[in-house]
Each structure stands twice: as C-alpha cells, then as structure tokens.
C-alpha cells in the first residue's frame, strides 16, 4: 500500500467515524453515565464491528447482503429495537452516577453495546462497499486487503477513544454530575426519537 493509497483509505475512514449519528449517541452514552473506561470499551467494541463490515465489503459479502432485502431490513429493524431498548433503559435508570465504578460485567455490556450499534447499522455497509469499491481489484495481495480492514477498524475506535477522552475530563463531568437527571432523559429521548424516526424510514 502507497502512502498516497493509505492517506486515501485514513481520510475516508477518519471522516466516516466522525459523522454523526447513533454510533457517536452510544459512545457518549457510556462515557457520560458508566465512565471513561466503559466510553473506551464502547469505542473498542465499535471499531471491532467496523472491521467486521469492512472484512465483508473486502470479500465481496457486502453485495450480498445489501441485495437480500430480507437479511437487510432485518437488520435494519435490529438495529432500530435496540436504540428504542437503550433510550427506554436511560429513561427508567433511577441508579446513582458512579464514573469510578469498575465492573465487569458492565464493561461486557459495553463492549456488546458498541459492537452492536456498528454491525446492526446496515448504513455502514453500504459505506464501505460504496468507498472500498475504488480500492477491490482481484489482483489485491492478501497484505493489502488486510490493511484496508485493519485502518477501518483502528481509525474508528481511536476516533471514538479520543472523542471518550475529551467528554471525560473533569470540568464535563462536573456539569454532567450536577445535570445527570436531566441529561439521562434527555438522552433517552434521543435513542427512542431516533428509533421512531429511523423505523418510519423504513416502512416509507
């Protein structure tokens, strides 16, 4: 891979991860409410789900997908139950805020709940079969194909570590600790609005 050819694939991939949208919604929401290391496990489980995606789009599976309407919608409804769970979830949480709290079971759930939001949202195939198409030719070395999904991956949980690292630091907790309450309804609002409004795209 040229140096032309991975700043190519860094840029697209970079710029991906930083638009806006459930995933960022997700990532946030465990930074804020279960602490910087969750927010870090979230980002990791995250990236591990774009680099699965970015493996089909690589192999070719990604056309298979998108053109089974049934495997497809079935994701896409997947993924609009689980945003409807988290926001229900934030909306009844009547637990105390404690960012020190290390546990492990909460750091799996995490990790599920990142891997989760990347490989349920179709969107995000349809990405990378769209961007990687320029870079798919039969007579890509193995080496390569593997850095193709391997940047895809990284790129995406550095993004979302530094972005968890930032929203983290002691003056935003400070405001978020005295607001929780009203951020975590907020917030749950959010992921059920967004649910609805993704589920009404789907029946149009």
Known sequence: ???????????????????????????????????????????IGHGIGIAFYATFAVLGLGLVIKTNLFLFNGLKILS?????FIGMKSILNKEKLNLKKNDIKENSVSFLQGFSISILNPKILIWFIAIYSQFMSADNELI????????AGIVDACWYILLTLVITTASALNFFQTKINVIQKIQGFFFITLGFILLINLLL
């Open 144 to 151: 390569f194909n593997i850095c193709l999904v391997s940047i």
């Open 80 to 84: 609009v139950i689980f945003l409807i």
């Open 1 to 43: 891979m040229t140096l032309i050819t991975f700043a190519q694939v860094f840029i697209v991939c970079l710029l991906g991860a930083m638009s806006p949208g459930p995933s960022m919604a997700v990532v946030i929401n465990n930074a804020i409410f279960k602490g910087r290391y969750n927010g870090i496990i979230t980002s």
